[in-house]
């Protein structure tokens, strides 16, 4: 099995890896995947979270972490993905892949006798999601019937899996965004046949009985030349105090990170009360030690 896309991962697979996760936490669990564990990390584009968090999570699971910047492999001589894909499958167990293009990583999975891992791409940040859905059912105590807004770059890849995670596990979904930046058409229609996703270019009437606030960067990575219009079209949007009233009283403030202070979110909101944004970062070392179990236990049948 590989974990590329939330549209291949069902709701009971999110509650398994919720439970795994509740359990790992609980110390309920033993937490081994096998000392000949090895997982390779190939990335196209910086991290920190993502990276960090997956290789402290092998090392608790006992295995080893072997990262890759693609650059100075032999891809960026021109080695094909699929042959890189099959190379990588006869060292390792597990392959992390952060790509520009969602379809290279798709191409490597078809030539991956491993399971691969979907550490972002344009399209998809499908980790992000589970974790983040993790963090609002710790803090908000459920996840059906909670209504989470998306606010700013509605066609983000971290907005195209969040909105089919939380859809899955019977989140409202709200995106609130410029009529400019409409939401990715084939996440949108994939996340209205589970359930509620609703569109706002009014932040005051997207907010209204919204308990979680989500945010994430205007200018994605690879979008450095569009920074400068995306600044301007998004301002309306930052996540700050005016825009906390228009939402519940104790709605949450969510960011995947790297924040920018003054662009999407205010610093005031960011570091205040109602952001639960540094256990949102921590949880994904868990969600993602969790993951690696569900793979490794599908993996042994
Ligand atoms: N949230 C996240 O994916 O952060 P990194 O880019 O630092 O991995
Ligand atoms: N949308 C952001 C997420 C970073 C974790 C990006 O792709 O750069």
Redesign the pocket.
Known sequence: MNFISIDDVSSEQMQRIFDIADRIKAGKMEVSIGQDAIMVLLFEK??????VSFEAAMAKLGGKSIYLDSMTTQLSRGESLSDTAKVLSGYANYLVARMNRHADIVEMASSSTIPVIN??TDLE?PC?SLSDLYTVRDAKKALKGIRLAFVGDIAANTANSLMLAGVKLGVDIVLIGPKEYQPNPVYFTKAREYGSVEVFDDPKEGLSDVDVIYTDTFVSMGQEKEAQDRKKLFEPYQVNAEMLKYANDDAIVMH???AHRGEEISAEVLDGPRSVVWDQ?KN?MLIEEAILLYLSENETG
């Open positions: 910086p991290s920190t979270r993502t990276r550490a972002l940040h992000q995947c990170l790297p970062a994904k």
